[in-house]
């Protein structure tokens, strides 16, 4: 995830424990505050139950990684922190994926995800290329 994607410093952590809201499930518990950035920020935390730090480690990668392929269905303005819970580590990694989206459904702040249309171009349907990117590549295409 990009660095303006993360929650980072420990008074962004307290503030969502603080004022937000949690919902849990048997593999992570989540933690939501709306921000006044404008966009989804995401935090992640383990545990020291969760093992040696190799086992909490992979737990925050595999963690990471399945949030990272929701994010684009995640409502803008909302800080949200993923606690790990000890089968984190055993799951299958679509059984984190379903639990990451029904976490967020149950929060309410999925969108539901529109099917994607076929392009002719891979990297024009991208939304995050630098504009000056896709203009460049738009004229080597025609």
């Known amino acids: 995830m990009r660095r303006n994607q993360r929650l980072r410093r420990p008074e962004q952590f307290g503030r ?9 499930h ?18 992640f935390v383990v545990g020291k139950r969760i093992g040696k730090a190799h086992d909490r480690n992979r737990a925050k990668r595999r963690t990471r990684e399945a949030v990272r392929l929701v994010y684009d269905g995640i409502v803008p303005g909302w800080d949200l922190v993923f606690v790990a ?10 059984e984190l994926t379903s639990a990451v ?10 969108l539901p995800v529109a099917p994607a249309h076929e392009t002719t171009h891979a990297s024009s349907s991208r939304s ?3 504009p000056a990117v896709s203009a460049h590549l738009a004229s080597d295409s025609s």
């Open 85 to 94: 819970r000890t089968p984190v580590l055993d799951a299958p990694f679509s």
């Open 128 to 130: 995050d290329i630098h």
């Open 26 to 43: 048997a593999l992570f518990m989540l933690n939501i505050a709306k921000n006044r950035t404008g966009r989804t920020r995401c935090g």
């Open 101 to 110: 989206e029904e976490l967020l459904r149950r929060a309410g702040v999925w």
């Open 16 to 24: 969502v424990r603080r004022e937000g809201k949690t919902w849990t």
